[in-house]
C-alpha cells in the first residue's frame, strides 16, 4: 500500500516515515530541508501550493496521507501568525483536497495545544478552547477533516530531531545537561508525552484497523516538564542537580502555554493492542534508538 507523509524532515514525520518503510511504500514530503530516508521515497512538496499539492499527490496516487506538516513552535507561531494560519488552515485543506482527489484516507496529527489547560487530563469529547496560535490554526486545520472518514490525532511527543539546528524538548535537554549547562524546567507544566517512534507503531494500528473520528495517543501518564527532565537526566545518566525546578509565572513569555494539557487515553487503550507506554519506557526506547545510530538512517541537506 502506498502512504504519503507530509513533513518528513521533521521530528514526527521522520520518525513514522522510517517505521512505516517495512510495512508500505512510503513517500516522504519535504519543503524546507531536503531529506534522505533509508527504505522511503521523498519528493519535494509545499502544502501552501494548492496546485503542485494537488498535481502532486495526484501523480503518487497514495491510498494514505499521514499529515504531519506544522510550523513548530509557540514562539514561532505567535510572531509569525499569517505563516501558521497559511500552513496549518490553507496548507491543510489543499492536503484535503488533494486527498479527496485520489480517494485517499487521510490521518491529520493535531495537538494537545488545542486545550486551554485548565482541567488536565481531556478526553475526545472535552470541548477544545486554545489560548494560542500554534492551538488555534492547529484546530482549524481539525475542523476541515471529514471525520466520518479520516482520523484527527491528538498527542504530544519527543524523540530524535533529524535536523540538529532544530532540536526537540528532550534533546534541548540531553545537549544541555551534557555540557554541563544549567536548565530551568516548569514544575506547574504538565502533559502526556509519548516517544515519537512508540507513536508511529500505534499510528500504523489505527490505518490497519481504518479507525476514523478523533483519538488521542499519548503517554499513559501525566507529568511535568520538570519530572520529565529529571527522568531523562537519569536513564542517560546526567546531572539532575543542573535541573532547576521554576513556575511558568516566573519566566516572561509563557503566558500563551496552557499550564496542564495531559490527555486521556482511556478510548485508545480500549480500541488499539499497541502499548501506549509510560514515561520511563518512552525514555528507555528514545536511549536504545541512540544506541542503535538511529540518525544514520537520514541524510539532511
Known amino acids: 500500500m502506498k502512504v504519503l507523509i507530509t513533513g518528513g524532515s521533521g521530528l514526527l514525520g521522520s520518525a513514522i516515515s522510517f517505521h512505516f518503510k517495512d510495512y508500505f511504500d512510503v513517500v516522504s514530503t519535504y519543503t524546507s530541508h531536503k531529506v534522505e530516508i533509508k527504505g522511503c521515497k521523498t519528493a519535494y512538496l509545499d502544502i501552501a501550493d ?3 499539492t494537488v498535481d502532486l499527490i495526484k501523480k503518487i496516487k497514495p491510498k494514505i496521507i499521514v499529515h504531519t506538516s506544522s510550523l513548530v513552535g ?12 497559511k500552513i496549518h488552515v490553507e496548507g491543510t485543506k489543499n492536503i484535503v483536497d488533494a486527498a479527496n482527489a485520489v480517494k485517499a484516507k487521510l490521518a491529520y496529527i493535531s495537538t494537545d495545544y488545542v486545550f486551554d489547560g485548565k482541567k488536565g487530563n481531556y478526553n475526545e469529547n472535552d470541548a477544545p478552547n486554545p489560548i494560542n496560535c500554534y492551538g488555534s490554526t492547529k484546530l482549524q486545520g481539525e475542523a476541515l477533516i471529514g ?143 541512540k544506541e542503535n545510530n538511529y540518525l544514520s538512517q537520514f541524510i539532511i541537506e
Open 147 to 289: 471525520l466520518a472518514k479520516n482520523a484527527v490525532i491528538r498527542t504530544s511527543f519527543f524523540g530524535w530531531n533529524i535536523i540538529k539546528e532544530k532540536k526537540s524538548f528532550s534533546t534541548w535537554i540531553i545537549d544541555e545537561l551534557s555540557n554541563g549547562r544549567p536548565v530551568s524546567l516548569f514544575t506547574d507544566q504538565f502533559t502526556s508525552l509519548m516517544l515519537v517512534n512508540d507513536f508511529s507503531l500505534a499510528l500504523k494500528e489505527i490505518l490497519d484497523k481504518d479507525i476514523n473520528g478523533i483519538l488521542n495517543v499519548a503517554s499513559d501518564e501525566r507529568i511535568s516538564k520538570h519530572g520529565f527532565g529529571l527522568k531523562l537526566a537519569e536513564k542517560f545518566g546526567l546531572e539532575k542537580n543542573l535541573i532547576k525546578p521554576i513556575k511558568s509565572s516566573e519566566m516572561a513569555g509563557h503566558e500563551k502555554r496552557p499550564l496542564d494539557t495531559s490527555l486521556d487515553i482511556s478510548k485508545a487503550k480500549k480500541i488499539l493492542t499497541s502499548r501506549l507506554p509510560k514515561i520511563n519506557g518512552g525514555i528507555k526506547n528514545l536511549k536504545i534508538l
Open 50 to 52: 494548492a496546485k503542485g
Open 74 to 85: 509557540i514562539n514561532a507561531c505567535e510572531k509569525e501568525k499569517e505563516l501558521a494560519y
